[in-house]
């Protein structure tokens, strides 16, 4: 079967597609024929060498839809042939992936496997920064930073499926604002200017009760700045790799009654897969009864994921991308 491995951090001069053996299902485990993998900005940290993303030569892939290929010993809740999601043992962007059948979750009649592919990371992950991590409650006034790409699509969209509440993103370059808008966002504001003034006019002065930061700790002062009393920030990633600062002194948040948070995708992975599975679950009931649409751009196969992870690695790409890799699988 063909794959896409990197072959030592860099760009997509280190990408390939090989052929490899097929992989075969242990106890508890599942091989999917990949319909759509989708893209994510870990491949990029992986690509680039961020530590502990990635040993060489690397394969990526960490969202797959698809049919169930075969199934190991154990796994009762799904047949052969069945479509699905899945968060693979890793090694996603290939024709057939091997994932854990406690992150396989049955896709229902009349969502695209496309749609569906952004589900397990991508769409699980925005569901769960809201829920779990920033216990958004409805009228929870929400700011975003990267608020144009996948996960800031994600959360736009998702935020009026929780009962609503005023959506304000931020963005490296001004022309990633129209993106942002489109997927909902009210306020869009470019980081290269201070966003404080427009963000206490856009509040009424009372600052922002739920902030979604990727970008490590380079914002976190202004975070802090822009909260409301009793805001919620929650920390999810390193998108430019910069150094990571040490948290604010206690008193800063006993004074503004602030709460930091972290989150990780691959924590819970690892740790609580249920509730991966659950949020990817509960998703995908929104995509079937037609609550949640979420766009997604079609690379056309493996060979062109490269291109694509570049886009991702310059900060030019837009919305939620996945790849085409099996041809047939509806
Ligand atoms: N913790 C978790 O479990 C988890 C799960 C999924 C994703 N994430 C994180 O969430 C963020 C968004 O992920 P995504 O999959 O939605 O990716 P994406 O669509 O590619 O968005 C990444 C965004 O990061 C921003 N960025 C800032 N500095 C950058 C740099 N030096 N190089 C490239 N991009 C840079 C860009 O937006 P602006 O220029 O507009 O800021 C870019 O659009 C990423 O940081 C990712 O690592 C975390």
């Known amino acids: 079967m063909r794959t896409l491995v990197m072959t030592a951090p860099g760009g997509a001069e280190n990408s390939s597609v090989v052929e490899v053996a097929e992989p075969v299902p242990g106890p508890g485990e599942l091989t999917i024929d990949v319909a759509y993998a989708g893209l994510n900005f870990v491949d990029v940290m992986a690509r680039r060498g961020d530590a502990g993303y990635a040993t060489w030569p690397h394969r990526p892939g960490l969202e797959v839809s ?8 154990g796994v009762t809740h799904l047949a052969v042939g069945d479509r699905v999601v899945a968060v693979p043992k890793g090694a996603g962007m290939s024709e057939v992936a091997l994932a854990s059948a406690e992150l396989a979750v049955p896709v229902p009649d009349g969502v695209s496997l496309a749609a569906a592919a952004a589900t397990p990371l991508g769409l699980a992950t925005s569901l769960l920064l809201l829920t779990d991590a920033g216990r958004f409650t ?7 930073h990267s608020a144009s790409g996948g996960i800031g699509g994600a959360v736009a969209r998702l935020v ?16 990633k604002a129209a993106e942002a808008e489109r997927a909902g966002y009210q306020l869009v504001l470019t980081r290269d200017t201070d966003p404080t003034e427009a963000v206490r006019s856009a509040t009424d002065g009372r600052g922002v009760d739920l902030i979604l930061d990727p970008l490590g700790t380079t914002a976190l002062s202004l975070d802090l700045e822009l909260a409301a009393p009793g805001g919620r920030v929650v920390l999810f990633g390193n998108a430019t790799g910069a150094a990571i600062d040490a948290l604010p002194p206690v008193d800063r948040l006993l004074r503004g009654n602030l709460t930091i948070t972290g989150f990780s995708h691959r924590g819970l992975v690892a740790n609580a897969p249920a509730r991966v599975a659950a949020a990817t679950g509960r998703i995908l009931g929104f995509l079937a009864d037609g609550r949640l649409t979420m766009p997604v751009t079609e690379v056309p196969g493996l060979a062109e994921i490269p291109a694509a992870h570049d886009l991702l690695a310059e900060g030019r790409g837009s919305g939620k991308y996945v790849a085409r890799i099996g041809e047939g699988i509806l």
């Open 160 to 175: 009026p499926l929780l009962g609503g509440g005023r959506l304000i993103g931020t963005v490296g370059r001004p022309e």
């Open 66 to 73: 698809g049919t169930v290929r075969a199934l190991g010993p």
């Open 138 to 144: 409805p009228g929870d006034t929400v700011l975003v």
